[in-house]
């Protein structure tokens, strides 16, 4: 079955529902705030307003350790069975990583800035989190210009970032990143919190599947292209 319906199909439901979840965040769901039981005042924890990045910075989360999982496992099937259906896949899924990535890093700053007054600390989660994205930059930058064994040496890659989000999620709590789990973050929101958080990640889902989708049939076109080059460079067609 083609492709090509639910890439419209899923983009549109993606844009109805970033349209939704920021009605949401920031008008349904309430700012963060605490207050000190010794003194009745405000608790310096609080976040306000500042909070509300929250829906976006663990939605992209979300879906970046899935399209890692989607590379990790695509580049396994490829390695086993050198079906270039696969590398597409793993290709595409770290594309969308990539820019999911991104968002989840520069989100993670601003959160710190307003939580702890600092853009960035060098703990192993962050760190982690870091070396994750490089390693996805690392993959479409060997795909580019690694040469015939490029999308090998690529695949590792992906296996590689794969094994390492087991590590990041672990290390979340460990540090001075909320907790996760059954005693985080998101297991305990209030309920006038849960429809902006899961609307949010339903609308990024639904860009992870449409982007990733069509970057899958992108992929796929500028193997197929190369691959013919290459065959008329062979017979002499092309100089």
């Known amino acids: 079955m083609s492709k090509k319906p ?3 199909l899923l983009a549109a439901l993606g844009a109805i529902g970033f349209v939704v ?9 309430p700012a963060e705030y605490s207050y000190d039981p010794a003194t009745g005042l405000l608790a310096g924890s609080s976040l ?19 399209a890692v999982f989607v590379s990790g496992a695509s580049s396994i099937a490829f390695l086993k069975t050198r079906n270039p259906k696969w590398d597409d896949l793993a290709s595409a899924a770290t594309d969308v990583a990539v ?39 690392g993959y479409t930058l060997v795909r580019r210009f690694a040469g015939p ?3 090998r040496i690529a695949a590792g890659m992906a296996i590689f970032g794969m094994v390492g989000v087991p590590f990041i999620y672990k290390m979340v ?11 985080g973050v998101v297991a305990n929101l209030g309920a006038d919190k849960l429809a902006a ?6 609308t990024f889902l639904c860009w992870f599947l449409a982007l990733t989708l069509a970057r899958v049939d992108s992929t796929r076109a500028e193997r197929e292209l190369r691959e013919l080059r290459e065959r008329a460079l062979d017979e002499g067609v092309l100089q």
């Open 21 to 29: 979840s920021l009605w949401l965040v920031f008008v349904e769901a």
């Open 48 to 66: 306000f307003f500042n909070y509300k990045i929250f829906y976006f910075h663990v939605a992209h989360a979300f879906w970046l350790f899935g």
């Open 99 to 137: 820019a999911f990535g991104a968002v989840v890093l520069v989100t993670g700053s601003i959160w710190a800035k307003a939580a702890w007054d600092v853009w960035w600390k060098w703990e192993p989660r962050l760190t982690l989190s870091l070396l994750l994205w490089l390693v996805l930059v």
């Open 197 to 202: 958080f899961w609307t949010s990640v339903a």
């Open 173 to 183: 709590g460990q540090d001075s990143h909320p907790p996760s789990g059954s005693e």
């Open 6 to 8: 639910f890439v419209p």
């Open 149 to 151: 064994a490029g999308d």
